[in-house]
């Protein structure tokens, strides 16, 4: 029984991971446009949960737990924004998009990073019953260059199909 189960769980952890080539090397913008690199670091996490993320208001990308891709923007400034497909019962710092925005120049190489973290409280008895308390943590922003590189080492290129006007 202990097998099974054990066979069950890596099957359904590893599905839930990046499956392209890994990473390798940066690229180069392309001649007018700058470069984004979009990656989503390995986190036990929302592992099993895709990342929207939309450009503008428009859905652009997703992301599977130790991914990242590649976009070519003109200059401009941008809204990114993140969240995930609704699955009724999560909690609220699921539901809640996060965004920002960035100003972005030709010939310039940008890192934008999604993030998660949780933590198990201390655990405490009221009456009968026993509470543990979680608290989760999702990130995501501009990150800074060599931090991103480091961890682009353990992802894996996922292609898009991309809205770019």
Not at 44 to 54: L, Q
Not at 82 to 93: A, E, L, M, R, T
Not at 107 to 117: A, E, K, R
Request: proline content about 6%.
């Amino acid at each position: 029984m202990r097998v099974i189960f054990i066979l069950l769980w890596s099957l359904l952890t590893c599905s839930c991971a990046a499956t392209g080539p890994k990473f390798t090397s940066l690229s180069a913008p392309e001649d007018g446009k700058a470069l984004v690199y979009v990656l989503r670091p390995a986190a036990f996490t929302a592992s099993a949960r895709e990342v929207n993320i939309s450009i503008d208001d428009k859905p652009t990308i997703k992301l599977k737990n130790e991914g990242y891709t590649t976009i070519s923007l003109p200059p401009n400034t941008y809204e990114f924004k993140q969240s995930f497909n609704y699955i009724i019962g999560d909690p609220k710092v699921l539901r809640e998009p996060r965004s920002f925005n960035i100003k972005l120049e030709a010939g310039n190489t940008y890192f934008i990073g999604f993030h998660s973290d949780s933590a198990v409280g201390v655990p405490w008895v009221a009456g009968s019953l026993a509470f543990i308390p979680l608290t989760f943590k999702f990130g995501f922003g501009v990150m800074d260059a060599d931090v991103a590189l480091q961890q682009l080492e353990s992802c894996h290129f996922q292609e898009q199909k991309l809205y770019v006007e």
